[in-house]
């Protein structure tokens, strides 16, 4: 009989530790998958389906990696979502049926000039946009998004920088509206 | 030059700024290009999300494993295809759909499962076990459950931390946390932890925390009889305990966590939680105080 010592390493399948992840991560990543897609119910899909995964498979996730696990599960799922939406949609195209096109909403959208920002951040490219978006409406900084982004505070740095200049230029035409 | 301009604005966005160094980057004609644009901003939240009902759905859902083939929310289209599909999936739902039991705090219920073996499940617990029990006696538990199996097949009792394997018995599985502790009471029962397994018969346990086998004398386990009994446990382990019972959460002041303390005693369930503070932090030396759910705990000076 082999007689091991238990190791008493805190492990994510401990309910405490679990729901500690799900404090910590998951206001990040749904705001992470709304800057990207700006689909509500998928990025809420893909977060559900990111913490079942995780916790099926928490005996062979480590604490430290759970975080990145999460949001490699997180991604793959809403592309998943929006694959069999357009499948979805090809089908019933031929059907008379009326699908609206679900314009994504980034931020949200409670005076008037939210729709207009709303629309040019749409044609953001989410490179630009996510970044962006997680800066100036979730106040995190630059560190914190290169490691969400996996990526260098140098690349965030850019990124913002043509972030402001394509809203600046994509907005000059309403401008005088605001 | 130009250098400096690009790097003051990123210490603006990246919040690198004091209220003075601030107010002196907005008079620069960098901030004044990007003023309306960084207002608007300002003005703007992201899309609402509701942490809490998005986690009870999520463990709503992961405490149940069922095969359901997942049809797609948004899409029913009237075609053959489809309708296939559903027949499958309810097909699948009904006969791979397990039966699940829980109980909150402060309850305690009984149960008989497929072939007539008994289970009391303790508070905070919840057990799930396969509809079909002709090819296998399969559970899940999480918590604490004490069992009386009838002869049978072998009856298996899965936790997070270690399974345990019967024939015919009378045992008692405790999985809270990282703590995984096996009672038997009557017949064996095969007990399997990380790399260790050893088989235990009448008056034998298992306890995570000292590895081995050891010796008990109870005839039944003590929560059968709504109370619990400590012997020189830590506090930890006697809170974690009180809080499967009354409805309230634990804070330890700093002064507590470092003290190593264990306590000796016992408390019934239908006692009332003051009489269970006061005998706790009596023997203790503690001093307690309660607002609403929270029972604030610190060393007597």
């Known amino acids: ?178 | 030059m130009e250098d400096k301009k690009d790097t003051d604005i990123h210490k603006y966005l990246n919040f690198e700024l004091s209220s003075e160094e601030e107010a002196r980057f907005k008079n620069t004609s960098d901030y004044k290009k990007h003023q309306t644009l960084l207002g608007l901003l300002d003005d703007s939240k992201s899309i609402p999300f509701d942490q809490d009902v998005l986690f009870d759905t999520i463990n709503n859902k992961k405490g149940t494993q069922t095969k359901v083939i997942p049809l797609y929310k948004k899409w029913l289209p009237v075609s053959i295809a489809a309708s296939i599909l559903i027949c499958c999936s309810v097909f699948f739902f009904y006969s791979a759909n397990p039966t699940s039991y829980n109980t909150a705090v402060a309850e305690s219920i009984q149960f008989s499962l497929p072939d007539n073996s008994s289970v009391w499940l303790n508070a905070k617990s919840e057990i799930s076990h396969n509809k079909d029990w002709n090819n296998s006696r399969d559970i899940e538990l999480h918590g604490e459950a004490y069992f009386e199996v009838a002869k049978g097949k072998k009856f298996t009792v899965k936790t997070s931390q270690g399974i345990v394997t019967v024939l015919g018995t009378k045992f008692n599985v405790k999985q809270r946390d990282q703590h995984f502790e096996v009672h038997c009471f009557e017949g064996s029962v095969s007990v399997s932890y990380k790399n260790y397994k050893t088989v235990l018969k009448a008056n034998d346990m298992f306890s995570s925390k000292e590895v081995g086998k050891q010796k008990q004398t109870l005839n039944k386990p003590n929560w059968l009889d709504k109370q619990s009994v400590f012997d020189n446990s830590s506090l930890n382990n006697v809170l974690t305990d009180i809080g499967l019972h009354y409805d309230i959460e634990f804070k330890k002041n700093n002064t507590i966590e470092n003290a190593t303390l264990k306590y000796t005693g016992s408390y019934t369930y239908t006692d009332d939680l003051t009489t269970v503070l006061d005998v706790l932090c009596k023997s203790l030396n503690l001093e307690y105080s309660i607002k609403d759910k929270s029972v604030y705990l610190s060393l007597k000076e």
């Open chain 1, 1 to 178: 009989m082999n007689l091991n010592t238990p190791s008493t390493a805190p492990s994510v399948c401990e309910e405490y530790h679990y729901n500690a992840i799900y404090k910590k991560h998951s206001k990040d990543i749904f705001n992470f998958l709304m800057f990207n897609y700006g689909h509500k119910e998928f990025a809420e899909d893909a977060l559900q389906e990111s913490f079942i995964i995780l916790w099926r498979n928490c005996s062979k996730v480590s604490l430290e990696k759970a975080k990145s696990y999460l949001y490699t599960v997180a991604k793959n799922k809403i592309i998943d979502l929006f694959r069999s939406d357009n499948n979805a949609k090809k089908h019933a195209k031929n059907k008379k049926s009326t699908i609206e096109q679900e314009t994504p909403s980034f931020i949200l959208e409670e005076k008037e000039f939210h729709k207009e920002l709303n629309d040019a951040l749409a044609k953001m490219p989410e490179k630009y946009r996510v970044p962006f978006l997680l800066n100036r409406i979730e106040k995190k900084k630059y560190k914190d998004i290169a490691d969400m982004l996996d990526t260098t505070v140098k690349s965030i740095e850019k990124r913002m920088f043509n972030a402001l200049e394509f809203l600046q230029k994509e907005l000059e035409i309403n401008k005088k509206r605001f």
